[in-house]
């Protein structure tokens, strides 16, 4: 390049820098100057522009530093809840009819409903939503508040509430929790699972459950036994979980924080309906061909099982799953004995 025409180029890259740099000290050659330049023009971008982005840096485990956080889902999940949402349309299981979110007076005062829910919760625990519903019912009809649980007799709580299972021990529970309430929390349920499970007879279920229906906030999923059952056998977990508070702690590492709330009446009417607890009708579900445990009594298909077919004799197609039943009916011994 001639010196000149360089000479031209010094000055206008000069020019570009601004008033306050027109001498750009240090800056002999045309290349040194673009570089400040460039620098300059960095210099003057606004903060957010400049701001890097953010590197990621995942560790591998040397004893001090921490470990690498892998995210873990099921490998059909969103296939089988979009199923069992589609089995579920008709919202026609007990418990869409007589759940907790059914069972309160819509026209009492908010405490009142709250307080409502929370019984109900207490009163479904080992009981099907039909008795718990019908014990509800009268429940209401007599007074269901504080004031009026705390001036029932032991006696006549227990006519009312009969025969929800474990009916004596609820009627001690209803009425301490009752007297927690009126000393504690001005006849008003506590607003945290903290406070609900400390209430005699309240567990984390249905803690998690009254935050949601009685308070409008999801603190966690509500694990009954049918959410345990059921997410178990559609292999949910990367181990079968023990408890439902296993299941709950488990579930809530992957599962969506939007599908909290709904995944429990979900699986309760799933469960009511169709996975049953014994003897599921898979042959009728819609994840009978992803579900791992489908059929899990059937022994037509496999013959080795110690449970009988569900129905049907030799060369027969089972009720439950369909498929040829391969032995006989009043052969079956039991499968093979153990040694
Ligand atoms: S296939 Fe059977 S075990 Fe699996 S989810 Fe359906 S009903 Fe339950």
């Given at each position: 390049m001639g010196l000149a025409r360089q000479a031209n180029k010094i000055q206008t890259w000069t020019k570009l820098l601004g008033n306050e740099r027109k001498?750009?000290?240090?800056?002999s050659n045309l290349r040194q100057l673009k570089g400040r330049l460039c620098c300059d023009k960095l210099k003057t971008k606004p903060s957010s522009e400049r701001r890097r982005k953010q590197v990621k840096v995942e560790y591998e485990n040397h004893g001090h530093l921490p470990?690498?956080?892998?995210?873990?889902?099921?490998?059909?999940?969103?296939?089988q809840f979009e199923l069992i949402r589609e089995m579920r349309s008709g919202?026609?299981?007990?418990?869409?009819e007589m759940g907790a979110e059914k069972c309160y007076d819509t026209e009492a005062l908010p405490r009142v409903r709250r307080f409502q829910v929370l019984v109900s919760l207490m009163l479904s625990s080992q009981t099907k939503?039909?008795?718990?519903?019908?014990?509800?019912?009268?429940?209401?009809?007599?007074g269901c508040t504080v004031e009026n649980l705390l001036a029932t007799s032991d006696e006549k709580l227990g006519e009312l509430i009969y025969p929800v299972g474990f009916w004596r021990n609820k009627v001690k529970y209803l009425?301490?929790?009752?007297?927690?309430?009126?000393?504690?929390?001005?006849?008003?349920?506590?607003?945290?699972?903290?406070?609900?499970?400390?209430?005699?007879?309240?567990?984390?279920?249905?803690?998690?459950?009254?935050?949601?229906?009685?308070w409008n906030q999801?603190?966690?999923?509500?694990?009954?036994?049918?959410?345990?059952?059921?997410?178990?056998?559609?292999?949910?977990?990367?181990?079968?979980?023990?408890?439902?508070?296993?299941?709950?702690k488990a579930l809530e590492e992957w599962l969506p924080r939007?599908?909290?709330?709904?995944?429990?009446?979900?699986?309760?009417?799933?469960?009511?309906?169709?996975?049953l607890p014994v003897s599921p009708l898979c042959s009728s579900c819609l994840n009978q061909n992803i579900c791992p445990s489908g059929f899990p009594k059937c022994s037509a298909r496999t013959p080795g099982a110690r449970e009988l077919p569900l129905g049907g004799a030799r060369g027969e197609k089972c009720n439950g799953c369909g498929v040829t039943i391969s032995i006989a009916r009043n052969s079956f011994k039991g499968g093979p004995k153990k040694k």
């Open positions: 001498t750009c000290s240090g800056a470990f690498k956080m892998e995210f873990w889902e099921p490998l059909n999940w969103k296939k919202r026609d299981a007990p418990v869409d939503d039909q008795v718990t519903g019908a014990a509800m019912q009268k429940l209401r009809a007599h009425k301490q929790t009752s007297a927690v309430l009126q000393r504690d929390f001005g006849g008003d349920i506590p607003n945290s699972v903290e406070g609900l499970v400390r209430l005699p007879g309240v567990g984390p279920k249905m803690a998690h459950l009254a935050m949601d229906i009685a999801v603190s966690g999923i509500g694990v009954d036994t049918h959410v345990h059952r059921i997410s178990n056998r559609l292999g949910w977990f990367r181990r079968p979980t023990k408890n439902p508070e296993e299941t709950r939007e599908l909290w709330s709904e995944i429990n009446w979900l699986l309760v009417g799933f469960g009511q309906q169709v996975c």
